[in-house]
């Protein structure tokens, strides 16, 4: 089991790329102190287009007196953008074994509990139960282990899940580039990663080993499912 001091830095199967999203992040947060808004830096925030510094405003201590018009305003916003629908989905879980040691989570690879990976005929009943609900979208996700759910066997159950749905997303462990190129390929339409915090510091008290324990590999996960076609 991995117990790296470091969690920045990549295991040798994990892809670097050139990207400085992280960076950018990370230091626009560090020059932000909550502490440093005011009651009118929130109004101009509410009254306008908040930008980076409005946004922060708005999650900043200043803000909480105006929580009901934050409210209010985010609601316009998304009945402006997307009317009153509502999406639904079912998530599907195929696997719940982990490689990972995350203090707050019940897949914690320390913890003894029953765990299963479903073979693929399983998987075909569990999609054919969920399409005969009529739902048009499912989420196929597992536990972060890839000696029990590989990239071959998650594609196959995309591929499953894309031949009765309109949209499948997968929530897994971070992948490179050229894997998340073959999910894309085997119908997946998008990605889902949790990253829990973006405080590199608490983010490594959290996840004490295993391969998610690397923030920044985590940090660029998205990137590199755009790159790899993702929506």
Do not use: W
């Not at 029990?148 to 894309?162: F, N, P, Q, T, W």
């Amino acid at each position: 089991m991995m117990r790296a001091t470091d969690a920045m830095e990549y295991l040798p199967d994990m892809e670097a790329i050139d990207s400085d999203i992280m960076e950018t992040v990370l230091g626009t947060a560090a020059e932000l102190d909550p502490s440093n808004f005011t009651d009118a830096d929130v109004r101009r925030a509410l009254d306008g287009d908040p930008g980076i510094e409005g946004f922060a405003a708005l999650l900043s201590p200043a803000a909480e007196p105006h929580l009901e018009e934050m409210a209010a305003r985010a609601l316009d916003e998304t009945r402006r953008h997307f009317g009153n629908s509502v999406c639904l989905f079912t998530p599907l879980y195929v696997s719940n074994y982990c490689s990972n040691e995350c203090v707050y989570c019940g897949f914690n690879c320390r913890n003894g509990i029953h765990r299963a990976t479903l073979d693929l005929p399983s998987v075909e009943r569990e999609l054919d139960a969920i399409a005969a609900t009529r739902l048009e979208e499912v989420l196929i996700l597992t536990g972060e282990s890839r000696a029990r759910s590989g990239v071959d066997y998650i594609s196959k159950c995309v591929e499953l899940a894309s031949e009765r749905f309109a949209t499948v997303g997968v929530e897994v462990y971070p992948m490179n580039t050229d894997e998340y190129a073959v999910l894309h390929r085997s119908g997946a339409d998008y990605v889902t990663v949790f990253q829990e915090t973006y405080d590199p510091a608490r983010y490594a008290e959290l996840h004490l080993s295993g391969p998610k324990r690397v923030f920044s590999y985590r940090f660029d996960a998205q990137e590199r499912a755009l790159r790899g076609g993702m929506r």
